[in-house]
């Protein structure tokens, strides 16, 4: 199963790096990461995704443990905007590969 | 480029009555989605369409029903609405299917049923 295990919510101060962490420990050689996250009354976005080596977008960084059984989000400064809850997604290949949503990760930006 | 879109944003429905949400994408994707998503929860996939013409069940379609003529509509549909779909329903879309692409989700129509 396509599991991921995230902690329930985290705290941060705005300015700050945040590390969000995910263990995904099925997975296999060719499943990805994918990280989407979800503001306050709106629908989800996407923020990152990743297969093996560490990935950097505008958004954030994705790095991956060299076994692969788990990755972090980083946010290098946290804004009060990225308040959200951010889903960590185990991908796996196939034709009908699909998102599946836990309960994610509830972060809090402190002023 | 208005992305994806979806009306109404709210309704209130009593339990028994029909209803259809709306969504459009304007980005020419071929994949579109309908998830559910119950407070406090994570999203479900109800439905989803490969191309127009082609829909298929995801996690719990039960009480819904979808079609898809055309690429940018995707329509979902409440038959008999019982207070058990009420919930904030997406619709998102992606070019294609699979582990690179990312899905582009609309703000959402909050539905309660009563």
């Known amino acids: 199963d396509a599991k991921t295990t995230q902690p329930n919510s985290m705290e941060s101060n705005e300015e700050e790096p945040v590390h969000l962490p995910c263990n995904h420990s099925?997975?296999?050689?060719?499943?990805?990461i994918h990280w989407y996250r979800q503001l306050p009354s709106q629908g989800p976005e996407y923020v990152i995704h990743?297969?093996?080596s560490n990935v950097n977008n505008r958004m954030a960084s994705l790095a991956i443990a060299e076994d692969r059984k788990s990755s972090t989000l980083i946010l290098h400064r946290a804004t009060l905007r990225d308040a959200a809850v951010y889903y960590c997604i185990h991908l796996r290949t196939g034709a009908n590969s699909k998102l599946t949503f836990g309960k994610g990760i509830t972060l809090s930006v402190r002023p | 480029n208005a992305g994806v879109t979806q009306t109404p944003k709210f309704r209130i429905l009593k339990i028994g009555q029909s209803m259809t949400l709306q969504c459009t994408q304007d980005?020419?994707?071929?994949?579109m989605y309908w998830y559910r998503q119950d407070p406090g929860m994570g999203l479900k996939l109800i439905y989803y369409s490969v191309g127009a013409g082609i829909t298929d069940k995801g996690e719990v379609p039960n009480g819904y029903n979808v079609s898809r003529s055309t690429t940018e509509d995707f329509p979902l549909r409440l038959e008999l609405a019982a207070p058990s779909q009420t919930s904030v329903y997406f619709c998102?879309?992606?070019?294609?299917?699979?582990?690179?692409?990312?899905?582009?989700f609309g703000p959402g129509t909050r539905l309660t049923v009563t």
């Open positions: 998102a879309s992606s070019f294609a299917t699979g582990v690179s692409y990312e899905q582009y």
């Open positions: 990743g297969l093996t």
């Open positions: 099925t997975i296999s050689g060719t499943d990805y």
């Open positions: 980005m020419n994707h071929n994949y």
